[in-house]
């Protein structure tokens, strides 16, 4: 059923129009009447009729200032015009501002059904419209993490036009710019996939490392974080965000702690069209990086499990492993690009940042938890790396979890 309201400033013209739509036997029902501009639109916002029978010549508001007020709101509702044959000039700005039917009076009742009839037309075909929207919309919603996920990863491949992928963008919802920033994360398993302090499937291990990344960048506020199809973990950025390299190089070290494998992270500016070059780019890089010899990947591990003692040093690894001090020192130069040093002070500092959150644990206590013994030679390496000392990072941190 259909609600009609209608508008006129004669009585006896609004009795005439309700028997006659009651007499049509039409799906309509006449919700309200009213005598002016004003009051139908007070009656309008009220009872929100579907169809509007409306003068266009009322006291207070008129019906073409009453059409451009509807305009502004968001009703959804068919217009009939009734006007006097002297008032037609109003007819070119009814049909501007979107009237569906313009009657004359004396109003005809076969040309007032036929009005009605091809406005209840419009109407179902608009609710359908709606309801098909609407569908759209609620599928969108509940599939919107693997449409999200096929849209990104079919955009990375180069299987999507420039217009393809921006529509694609927008119906999800992710507002991607002109520019954009890649981080690319790659990790390579471990001995064992090792997460939480146990063995998972490849699944858990895919979805938890993208859960991993995910943490990590959260406060760096990405468009989007994903998985992609060849297992490497992508950021998108609007910008690169303000120290996000220094970020990049703690988070490397702390994934390849959770995970037990080793890991290397890119970043790249591209356009949109130029992502899925940036992305082959990246891979080769990452493809290289991995190219790492057995025995530094057993030295890594091991350093990973032995940072926090403090003894810790070239010689004890390399007899853990089974080689010379020299070897392994060349081979983790040449391989991972820093020297065994430079990679334990890293891998301590980072972890020393990941204990700064916790307030009950003294500068000294960190100092000794990461393997060192001695505060001053841990506040130097620490200020070395991070550019500041310890407590100053910590104070910073305080205020930055303050504010937010």
């Known amino acids: 059923m259909w609600n009609v309201l209608i508008a006129d400033d004669e009585p006896k013209i609004r009795q005439g129009l309700r028997e006659t739509m009651e007499g049509f036997g039409l799906p309509v029902s006449v919700c309200a009447e009213a005598r002016n501009g004003a009051d139908a639109l007070k009656k309008i916002k009220e009872f929100h009729p579907d169809i509007i029978l409306l003068d266009i010549c009322m006291p207070k508001l008129s019906g073409i200032q009453l059409l451009e007020e509807i305009r502004k709101t968001e009703q959804e509702c068919q217009v009939i015009i009734i ?32 009005a009605v009839l091809a406005v209840i037309k419009e109407l179902e075909k608009t609710r359908k419209s709606k309801k098909f929207m609407d569908l759209v919309k609620q599928q969108l919603a509940q599939n919107q993490t693997y449409l999200q996920d096929v849209f990104l990863n079919d955009w990375i491949e180069g299987k999507l036009s420039p ?72 950021g998108i950025f609007q910008d690169i965000p303000s120290g996000i390299e220094e970020f990049l190089e703690q988070m490397q070290v702390q994934i390849e702690m959770q995970t037990g494998g080793k890991c290397c992270v890119f970043t790249e500016s591209c356009s949109g069209s130029e992502l899925p070059d940036a992305c082959v780019r990246m891979r080769s890089q990452a493809r290289k990086f991995m190219e790492c010899k057995p025995i530094v990947l057993e030295a890594r591990k091991y ?44 891998l301590r500092i980072s972890q020393a940042i990941a204990l700064m959150e916790n307030r009950e644990l003294s500068i000294n206590e960190i100092a000794g ?36």
């Open 163 to 234: 217009n393809e992928w921006k529509e694609q963008a927008e119906l999800l919802h992710l507002g991607m710019p002109d520019r954009i920033t890649l981080v690319m994360t790659v990790v390579q398993p471990g001995y064992e996939r090792k997460l939480a302090g146990g063995t998972v499937s490849d699944e858990l291990y895919k979805m938890t490392l993208e859960k991993i990344m995910s943490e990590h960048l959260r406060e760096f506020h990405p468009v989007a974080v994903f998985m992609s199809r060849y297992q490497d973990v992508i």
């Open 83 to 114: 006007s006097g044959f002297n008032e037609f000039g109003y007819a070119k700005q009814a049909i501007r501002l979107g009237v569906s039917e313009y009657l004359l009076k004396p109003i005809v009742e076969e040309e007032l059904k036929n």
């Open 303 to 346: 350093i990973y499990d032995h940072y926090g003692e403090r003894e810790l040093d070239l010689g004890q690894v390399a007899h853990a492993i089974g080689c010379s001090a020299s070897y392994l020192s060349r081979m983790m130069k040449q391989e991972i690009g820093i020297s065994f040093k430079e990679f334990l002070t890293r």
């Open 369 to 404: 938890q990461v393997g060192y013994s001695n505060q001053h030679y841990f506040s130097a390496a620490f200020k070395n790396c991070q550019g500041v000392s310890p407590s100053e990072f910590r104070k910073n941190l305080v205020c930055k979890g303050e504010k937010e």
